[in-house]
C-alpha cells in the first residue's frame, strides 16, 4: 500500500462527477487500501476517490476505534433530520465551517467484493457519509455555507473530524 498525495481545492478532480466503479478487480482494491492508508497517515475520518485524483464512487471512513467502512457507488437512501456541525476536509486544510447536515442517514452501496450493502450512520458517521458521498458528485462542504462567515480559519494543526 502507498500514501497518496490529496488534491487541494480549488482543484478541478474535486469538482467533476465520478464514475461507477464496475469491475470489483484487483486495481479496485489497491486503490481502496492506498485511500485507507492515506486518510490514516493525514488523520482524517474520510477520504473519496478524487481527492487522490481517482474520478472513481469510492469512499472510505474511519472513525476512531471502529473499523473502516468501504462504500463503493455509494447512493443515499433516506436522510432524516437536520442539525448543524462543524466540519472539516482533507482537501480544504486549515478551515472549518457550519454546514447543516441530517441527523442519520440510510445509504446503499457495494463492498469491495461487489456485494450491494446498506448501511445506517448516526452522529459523526451520518455526516462523514453526507460530506464524502457530496466529494463524488464533485460538491465540497463550502458548498453549503450559508453565509461566508460560517467559514473560520484554525490553526494548522489537524483537527479530529477531517473528512
Ligand atoms: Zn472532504
Redesign the pocket.
Known amino acids: 500500500m502507498s500514501i497518496l498525495p490529496i488534491r487541494l481545492a480549488p482543484d478541478l478532480m474535486l469538482r467533476q462527477k465520478a464514475k461507477r466503479v464496475k469491475y470489483f478487480d484487483g486495481s479496485i482494491q489497491k486503490l481502496i487500501g492506498d485511500m485507507q492508508e492515506t486518510m490514516h497517515a493525514a488523520e482524517?475520518i474520510?477520504?473519496?476517490a478524487p481527492?487522490v485524483g481517482i474520478p472513481l464512487r469510492v469512499i472510505v471512513i474511519g472513525l476512531p476505534e471502529e473499523e473502516d467502512i468501504v462504500l463503493l457507488n455509494p447512493q443515499v437512501v433516506r436522510k432524516t433530520g437536520e442539525r448543524v456541525v462543524d466540519?472539516?476536509?482533507?482537501?480544504?486544510p486549515g478551515y472549518v465551517g457550519e454546514v447543516k447536515r441530517a441527523i442519520s442517514i440510510i445509504v446503499k452501496a457495494r463492498d469491495p467484493s461487489g456485494k450491494e450493502i446498506r448501511i445506517r450512520g448516526e452522529k459523526v458517521l451520518s455526516h462523514a457519509l453526507e460530506?464524502?458521498i457530496?466529494?463524488i458528485n464533485g460538491i465540497?462542504?463550502i458548498d453549503h455555507l450559508e453565509t461566508p462567515d460560517k467559514l473560520r480559519k484554525i490553526k494548522p494543526t489537524k483537527t479530529e473530524t477531517?473528512?
Open positions: 482524517g474520510g477520504l473519496a481527492q466540519e472539516s476536509c482533507l482537501s480544504i460530506h464524502e457530496d466529494h465540497l462542504y477531517e473528512t
